[in-house]
T-cell receptor, first 114, second 109 residues
Framework: DSGVTQTPKHLITATGQRVTLRCSPRSGDLSVYWYQQSLDQGLQFLIQYYNGEERAKGNILERFSAQQFPDLHSELNLSSLELGDSALYFC?????????????FGEGSWLTVV | GQNIDQPTEMTATEGAIVQINCTYQTSGFNGLFWYQQHAGEAPTFLSYNVLDGLEEKGRFSSFLSRSKGYSYLLLKELQMKDSASYLCAVVYNNNDMRFGAGTRLTVKP
């Protein structure tokens, strides 16, 4: 158990809908990362937050948004969902914002868009 | 871009040694991680290299050459449970971690 908690574990929704994925980082970790992993694809970095502020942005679509709240939990909002958004979405956390801080992954949220 | 290249698939025999290579663009490099990921599960941390050389941790070792933009993960005394994907991840510019597509290792009896 990495200490990173993600909900829901599984989600099935229709195209055009909107979903919110939730992540609670490890106790004491200030950084939260979101990654997308499609079937047979590598981990694609979406976005990083550090202590409530956006720190780095990857290949995140405009239909997607995220935020980190004062209690350090984070949410990833996915809207106008398309079939291609079906993937495993990982949240990860680390103590700091910079290199050398090992990131620990949650178990992921499986999103299926039908 | 920050291309991180790894072989897509490798196969090895139980008890053998396997080396998984990773090459990356060196500009902005700040560190390299190796993660193990079993299918459908979360990646788990294996090793971290920021200086040149070999880091050994039990059956697993990781090597880094910063000037060459090259790393490898060495797995010794392979076990069936080592069948998994191995992800090379590079930190760029101090806070941007990018993952390679992963190497799917199959260990056969």
């Amino acid at each position: 158990d990495s200490g990173v908690t993600q909900t829901p574990k599984h989600l099935i929704t229709a195209t055009g809908q909107r979903v919110t994925l939730r992540c609670s980082p490890r106790s004491g970790d200030l950084s939260v990362y979101w990654y997308q992993q499609s079937l047979d694809q590598g981990l694609q970095f979406l976005i990083q937050y550090y202590n409530g502020e956006e720190r780095a942005k990857g290949n995140i679509l405009e239909r997607f948004s995220a935020q980190q709240f004062p209690d350090l939990h984070s949410e990833l909002n996915l809207s106008s969902l398309e079939l291609g958004d079906s993937a495993l979405y990982f949240c990860a956390s680390s103590a700091g914002a910079s290199s050398g801080n090992t990131i620990y992954f949650g178990e992921g949220s499986w999103l299926t868009v039908v | 871009g920050q291309n991180i290249d790894q072989p897509t698939e490798m196969t090895a025999t139980e008890g053998a040694i396997v080396q998984i290579n990773c090459t990356y663009q060196t500009s902005g490099f700040n560190g390299l991680f190796w993660y193990q990921q079993h299918a459908g599960e979360a990646p788990t941390f294996l090793s971290y290299n920021v200086l040149d050389g070999l880091e050994e941790k039990g059956r697993f070792s990781s090597f880094l050459s910063r000037s060459k933009g090259y790393s490898y993960l060495l797995l010794k005394e392979l076990q069936m449970k080592d069948s998994a994907s191995y992800l090379c991840a590079v930190v760029y510019n101090n806070n941007d971690m990018r993952f390679g597509a992963g190497t799917r290792l199959t260990v056969k009896p």
